[in-house]
């Protein structure tokens, strides 16, 4: 059995473990609220951009052929799969998550004889998959509040160009979508082509349906220039979805951990509190015996 000195030590050991998580745990709920208040600012704008394109597709009646964003490959033989990790841990599941989700995919597309290229982003990420046996095609990583539209720029631009020139067919962007501080979800998003999403919103324009605006430049313009941008706000949205479901998943697990080390101090007090019990009666049936010998 410890001694009341182990298990004191053990205790102060738990105590300090508790306060380092507290603090974790305050710091990533003031990141967490920065963090929501530009999802909240991101959201309106990346939905109203695709409405806004997909009333254009819509009204216009665009030949989708034309656009190499919005065209269909004809065959599928290779596919980029995108997952979005962070570079920190300790938030639970939050990582784990999304690899297993992006290897899912992976999985299932080389079952079907399709290539698949792995673009990684979040050094928790790129660790784990490097480590059962995959090789990213690109990965990134220190992704901060001030770069995330900078990166999501380089990688837009990455797999528009990849896309365009026909090395892959289909693009997947594999995230962790915010919903509260206690729910995320991983969400398996298909961004290119861009016309899966806007199919998927829109019904074609019923018959006399027109229009009737003018554009300068031309709508066929507007469209083009459109469509990247869409593309990098889409990536730009998903990382802030990431960072904040981070932050949340972060919260969480530090709130449980604080909550698991002062139940472990409570049990631990109560064994500390067993062993002196049984120290102190110890020794009173020592100076009980000592008193009976001598009365003897």
Do not use: W
């Not at 090395?167 to 509260?180: A, G, Q, T």
């Amino acid at each position: 059995m410890a001694s009341q000195r182990d298990i004191r030590r053990r205790i102060l050991s738990v105590q300090n473990t508790r306060k380092i998580t507290k603090a974790m745990e305050m710091v990533a709920a003031a990141r967490l609220r920065r963090a929501q208040q530009r999802i909240e600012a991101t959201r309106p704008y990346a939905l109203n951009m695709l409405e806004f394109i997909g009333q254009l597709v819509r009204y216009l009646q665009v030949d989708v052929t034309t656009y190499p964003l919005l065209k269909e490959h004809a065959s599928v033989r290779r596919v980029a799969v995108i997952a979005l990790t962070a570079d920190r841990g300790m938030c639970g599941a939050f990582n784990s998550n999304i690899v297993r989700r992006a290897l899912d995919r992976v999985k299932a597309y080389k079952a079907e004889s399709v290539d698949t290229a792995l673009v990684v982003v979040g050094r928790k990420g790129i660790g784990t998959i490097r480590f059962q046996g995959y090789k990213p095609a690109a990965t990134y990583s220190d992704i901060t509040d001030t770069s995330a539209f900078l990166d999501a720029q380089a990688i837009a631009y990455r797999v528009m160009d990849s896309y365009t020139t026909g090395k892959v067919d289909r693009v997947h962007l594999v995230f962790n979508r915010f919903k509260s501080p206690m729910e995320q979800y991983v969400t398996d998003q298909v961004i290119l082509p861009i016309q899966e999403e806007l199919t998927s919103l829109y019904t074609p324009p019923e018959a006399g349906e027109y229009m009737d605006f003018l554009f300068e430049p031309s709508a066929e313009t507007i469209l083009a220039d459109l469509l990247p941008s869409y593309l990098e706000i889409t990536i730009y949205r998903a990382i802030l979805e990431g960072m904040a479901s981070e932050h949340g998943a972060r919260m969480t697990a530090m709130r449980n951990a604080s909550d698991a080390a002062t139940e472990m101090i409570d049990d631990l007090t109560l064994a500390m509190n067993r062993v002196r019990q049984a120290s102190i009666t110890q020794e009173i049936l020592e100076v009980v015996a000592g008193a009976d010998a001598l009365s003897g």
